[in-house]
């Protein structure tokens, strides 16, 4: 699986960001995707998920209601689109790519893009 994540940079509090995971086309329409981060001092955390038919969608209670992900299959992109945006989502932002069709553990993700930076400023 390679995996392409591009869109961070750098907001006000407020504000909002959308990244973009290119997934290769080796790789597959039919897995469940994700997006994580890792703040510094911080472990990494699941954001969110989508199941490859997108019915099935986990948001951590952190970014409930702020962010929304999505995926089109046909141009092998998954999306997090961030609004409102806290200081505290400051991180580098990953997406993975699960080795199931359905999101159930954040332990099944075993394919990782390489990361982009996102920071808040108040």
């Known amino acids: 699986v390679q995996l392409q994540a591009s869109g961070g940079g750098s907001v006000q509090a407020g504000g909002s960001l959308r990244l973009s995971c290119a997934v290769s086309e080796r790789t597959h329409s039919n897995n469940a995707m994700a997006w994580f981060r890792k703040a510094p001092g911080k472990e990494r955390e699941i954001v969110a998920a989508?199941?490859?038919?997108?019915?099935?969608?986990y948001y951590a209670d952190s970014v409930k209601g702020r962010f929304a992900i999505s995926r089109d299959n046909a141009e092998n992109t998954v999306y997090l689109q961030m609004n409102s945006l806290k200081p505290e989502d400051t991180a580098v932002y990953y997406c993975?790519?699960?080795?199931?069709?359905?999101?159930?553990?954040?332990?099944?993700?075993?394919?990782w893009g390489q990361g982009t930076q996102v920071t808040v400023s108040s």
């Open positions: 989508l199941s490859w038919r997108g019915g099935t969608t």
């Open positions: 993975a790519a699960s080795r199931l069709s359905i999101y159930r553990s954040p332990s099944d993700f075993r394919s």
